[in-house]
């Protein structure tokens, strides 16, 4: 009896590694098929020992829907599973990677190039906006879903069957319920209710870290331990026989916690109709704009075979592991921690706008731009006069509210010149945020010049 083991690429789910593994039972000369992590060890006759055995193993695993080929072998027969395990995970590691850092460049870049930032170009969403303009912004702002949500939607909805839409569907469908529900729910408190500071950060901190376990666990780096819990051997059993659009129904219902900035300015916006019916419609309706794309999505992944779906699926877990992290800064944000400044030295004071004096005011000026406000320095113990000019082409639904908690500020931007006025006391960096925590800058207040 011998032992060979290949390294699989597109798996997203206990789902997939089922039908791997049933896949490569039905190869001649295989004995037993076990996948764990991103590895498949397969017992064999000695048949995957040939060049043309071993082909007949990689064939397998392509027409089930993911891919391997003969240079993904891992020869184990000598130095055991665990060597095997380790090797393909460290090969998972150095690709994840690369990946993250592809990803991070062309986010950059896209920014550098065309000024657009896919996590903060959020719509407005304000009381003046129409029913049918929800649906609409809602289709406008489905790329932002795709990017918070699409690798979630992926590892859901994704079986070995490409005609089953049934698991797509269900997840989309979760979604219009949980979001119709929270709207509802909304209308009827008929007032602007907000977490607390500590839940903000507690919610936002539990969707990135779990966020970043299932990109690690897509990537092939992280599996989680073998539960022996019947009822869960039970639902394993059934995952392999069925697509489970139950579990993507399930799923998409706990995407009306996900702390997305779009979804908080459709809450608001449902709080303030002050109606069950109307706060249920507009939540409605902005879901139903946002679900053509991500179903499309869905479907299209499902197309994917082979090479085409690894690549979706490692490209997906990279994006998620980035957007987690950028989530996971927002939600230390709120706490009072800057990851930049943790990150690097302190910036001289050359690096912020310097205050003029103008009518017994420091005066500061800047434009606002998409996902940035502006750095800049002041004196404690003279008022402060802030001017933001704003252009209606860069206001948005995430830079349209300026938070200065230090001084107890929270001002709406409106198009044109709009004038914030505060006195700073006691020196330091303190941070301003917009309202969604996901633009970020700082004031530094330097004593008294003599």
């Not at 419609?281 to 704009?289: A, D, I, K, N, V």
């Not at 994917?304 to 998620?320: D, E, K, S, Y």
């Not at 252009?391 to 995430?398: F, N």
């Not at 349209?400 to 107890?408: H, Q």
């Amino acid at each position: 009896m011998a032992t060979t083991s290949l390294r699989i690429d597109g798996m997203y789910c206990d789902n997939c590694a089922r039908t791997v593994e049933r896949a490569l039972s039905q190869v001649a000369g295989v004995t037993n098929a076990t996948v764990t992590g991103h590895v498949a060890r397969i017992d064999h006759d000695g048949a995957l020992s040939t060049a043309p055995g071993l082909e007949r193993a990689v064939e397998a695993v392509i027409d089930a829907g993911y891919f391997t080929s003969p240079a993904h072998r891992i020869d184990d027969a000598e130095s055991g599973r665990l060597s095997a395990a380790a090797r393909s995970r460290l090969a998972n590691i150095a690709r994840f990677a690369v990946l993250v850092a592809v990803v991070v460049a062309a986010g950059a870049g896209l920014d550098a190039l065309a000024g657009y930032n896919i996590f903060n170009a959020i719509p407005a969403i304000d009381q003046s906006i129409s029913l049918p303009m929800l649906f609409v912004t809602g289709v406008l702002t489905s790329l932002h879903c795709l990017s918070m949500c699409g690798a979630v939607n992926l590892a859901t909805t994704q079986t070995a069957a490409p005609r089953n839409v049934r698991a797509p569907l269900a997840y989309n469908l979760g979604r219009l319920v949980s979001y119709t529900a929270l709207g509802g729910l909304a209308g009827a408190l008929g007032g602007i209710i907000s977490l607390t500071t500590t839940a903000q950060i507690v919610l936002i901190s539990l969707a990135a870290a779990a966020m970043i376990a299932l990109s690690l666990r897509m990537a092939g780096i992280v599996s989680p331990p073998a539960l022996d819990i019947p009822a869960l051997n039970r639902l394993r059993a059934a995952s392999t026989r069925r697509a489970r659009p139950g579990g993507a129904f399930a799923v998409g219902l706990a995407n009306g916690a996900m702390p997305c900035g779009p979804l908080q300015a459709m809450q608001l916006y449902a709080l303030s109709t002050g109606s069950p019916a109307m706060g249920a419609l507009s939540m409605f309706l902005f879901c139903l704009g946002t679900t053509p794309l991500m179903t499309a999505f869905a479907y299209a992944a499902r197309w994917l075979r082979g090479r085409g779906r690894a690549i979706v699926a490692n490209l997906a877990g990279a994006f998620m592991f980035v957007l987690a992290l950028s989530m996971l800064a927002r939600g230390l944000s709120i706490a009072g921690v800057n990851m930049g400044q943790v990150a690097a030295a302190p910036a001289a004071d050359t690096a912020f706008a310097q205050a003029v004096q103008a009518d017994g005011y420091q005066q500061v000026e800047f434009d606002l731009t998409f996902d940035s406000y502006a750095d800049f320095q002041v004196e404690a113990g003279t008022p402060v006069r802030l001017v933001v000019h704003v252009d209606p082409a860069y206001l948005t639904g995430c830079n349209n509210e300026i938070l200065m908690p230090a001084w107890g500020i929270d001002q709406k931007l409106e198009p044109g010149d709009n004038v914030i006025e505060f006195t700073p006391t006691e020196t330091g960096d303190f941070p301003y945020t917009c309202w969604m925590h996901m633009i970020g800058n700082t004031v530094r207040v330097t004593g008294a010049s003599s």
